[in-house]
């Protein structure tokens, strides 16, 4: 079971930027689509990004379209979310996936811990 680690979320003031990273060890990271989700206090996780095996498909939820971008190296193995122009509303814990495609809500295997990302006013 590929296991993934999330890193790089803070604290951070609105309007700032923040990049999120996404590593595993797993030889097979690049042969599978992968995808962002977070989970705010007291709500359903949701869909943040998704993005195909090649980089070359990206898919964003309309609340971050324009402000966030997915990409990865798979020659590292590393999944990446840049955000700027961060609001109050994208405080959640944010947890990185693989998937069957890049818009899939199921993933493949388990959730890891996540990165605690918090925006103030």
């Known amino acids: 079971q590929m296991q993934l680690v999330e890193s790089g979320g803070g604290l951070v003031q609105a309007g700032g930027s923040l990049r999120l990273s996404c590593t595993t060890s797993a030889r097979t990271f690049g042969t599978y689509a992968a995808g962002w989700f977070r989970q705010a206090p007291g709500k359903e996780r949701e869909f943040v990004s998704g993005?195909?095996?090649?980089?070359?498909?990206?898919y964003y939820a309309d609340s971050v379209k324009g402000r966030f971008t997915i990409s990865r190296d798979n020659g590292k193995n590393i999944l990446y979310l840049q955000m700027n122009s961060l609001k109050r509303e994208d405080t959640a814990t944010y947890y990185c996936a693989i998937k069957d495609n890049p818009l899939a809500l199921d993933i493949l295997g388990a959730w890891g811990q996540g990165t605690q990302v918090t925006v103030s006013s």
């Open positions: 993005i195909s095996w090649s980089g070359g498909s990206t």
